[in-house]
């Protein structure tokens, strides 16, 4: 019965700015499912130069293998670190070499197989002695006293790959990188860099890491998250809906959407990582549908996104709670970035929600671009403060009502001026 219990997709109904895209990908931060946004206006029918449908979750299967490769590194990041700074300390004072037994090359004319042994009688005192010095070292690196010392480091370059050389939509369709086919066949490159201890212990730990995950395993683990979790978020739906015009046939439009039938519907799909089936992804559409409708959709499409959503426009109240309550809010940022010019900024409330009241007002007399006209009014009040910020260091700056005023009166109350400025 498991296997038989298929995700809902969602259609979401909104105009722009009023946090279609922000909801799912809160959602999928929330799950911490492999999330990917794709406008469904980039593809193209099957034939057609562009983007083809299965492209998507090809992408989708990458931002996994990242998402799972990031967690596995952080796992093995201490037992990277300490061989890291192992490599850094045979870079500083490497061991000395045993010398080889010395063989002549015409004993064999001779009938004679002794080997002449080489005559390193100090070596192993040589080796003690090195071995004290090193652990020494090894000391210091660990209490990070040498972290300004410049050493040079070997590190792996990146062959450039393959499909960078021959790009184009046929190779991005083939699901397979040509580079993991004749890799094996090249040698690595490796070139020699003069850096501190502090950014060689960075670039090492990295490496080192890398060589200790298990990428078939991480490969595994994030098609199965991708089948299972994975979030499509096909945006800008709306745009491929319609029927085809009088000028001749649209490749962007029911064609698409009829690719994009069997993918929603469940199909497998080949990519280099392995094949990967879409019964169990969970696909979002959202679109403003001002021009056209959810029923101009061709039929199989609708019935493979059950629930609809409609969302109302933004009030007064929202906007103020937008600029104020998010984790990266609008205040909040300006706060942190004019926090490094030393410059302390405040607003009051009464500001805060001036500003949401003019917002509100432009959208409903202009077009109507939701949250996003907030960005566009904090960058005209703060304008002068941000371009003055250098020379304000140590201040304190209160943002109230009568500042907001100044700022923005004459453009909110001139229409023209507020339809190109705000």
Excluded at 113 to 141: F, M, P, V
Excluded at 156 to 169: A, H, L, R, T, Y
Excluded at 248 to 263: A, C, K
Excluded at 301 to 320: A, H, K, M, S, Y
Aim: with cysteine; hydrophobic share 35%; aromatic share 6%.
């Amino acid at each position: 019965l498991q296997e038989e219990i298929y995700p809902k997709n969602i259609i979401m109904i909104g105009s722009t700015g009023v946090g279609k895209t922000e909801i799912a990908r809160r959602l999928a931060k929330l799950v911490r499912a492999p999330f990917i946004k794709v406008e469904a206006s980039k593809f193209t029918e099957v034939g057609y130069v562009g983007r083809d449908v299965d492209s998507m979750i090809r992408d989708l299967v990458e931002t996994a293998i990242q998402m799972v490769k990031q967690t596995r590194l952080a796992e093995v990041e201490d037992k990277g670190r300490q061989l890291a700074e192992e490599r850094i300390l045979d870079y500083i004072l490497p061991l000395p070499e045993k010398k080889k037994p010395v063989r002549n090359p015409f004993d064999f004319l001779l009938g004679q197989n002794q080997e002449t042994h080489s005559t390193d009688e100090g070596y192993d005192s040589k080796l003690a002695d090195i071995e004290k010095k090193r652990e020494i070292i090894r000391q210091k690196i660990s209490r990070l006293e040498l972290e300004n010392e410049t050493i040079e480091i070997e590190v792996e370059e990146k062959n450039p790959s393959f499909m960078d050389i021959i790009s184009g939509s046929g190779v991005e369709q083939m699901g397979v990188n040509i580079q993991d086919v004749f890799g094996g066949l090249l040698p690595k490159n490796k070139k020699k860099r003069r850096v501190t201890v502090e950014e060689a212990r960075t670039i090492l730990t990295y490496e080192e890491a890398q060589r200790l995950v298990d990428m078939d395993e991480v490969n595994r683990q994030a098609i199965s998250l991708v089948e299972q979790e994975g979030i499509v978020f096909l945006d800008e739906i709306d745009k491929i809906a319609g029927k085809e015009g009088g000028y001749g046939p649209d490749v962007s439009r029911e064609g698409v959407q009829r690719d994009i039938l069997p993918i929603v519907e469940g199909s497998t799909i080949v990519t280099k990582y392995g094949p990967v089936k879409t019964d169990h992804i969970l696909f979002i559409a959202a679109g403003a549908f001002h021009v056209s409708k959810p029923s101009d959709l061709i039929p199989e499409l609708q019935g493979r996104f059950p629930i609809r959503v409609e969302l109302e426009n933004l009030t007064r109240e929202d906007l103020c709670r937008i600029l104020t309550e998010p984790h990266n809010a609008l205040v909040k940022q300006y706060k942190a970035l004019l926090s490094t010019e030393d410059l302390q900024l405040e607003f009051s409330t009464e500001a805060i929600a001036y500003m949401a009241e003019i917002a509100y007002e432009v959208n409903n007399r202009t077009e109507n671009i939701g949250a996003r006209r907030l960005h566009t009014i904090m960058e005209k009040v703060l304008e002068d403060l941000l371009f003055d910020s250098a020379y304000m260091s140590g201040q304190t700056l209160l943002i109230d009502k009568a500042y907001v005023e100044q700022r923005l009166n004459k453009i909110v109350h001139d229409d023209d001026l507020s339809r190109y400025i705000l």
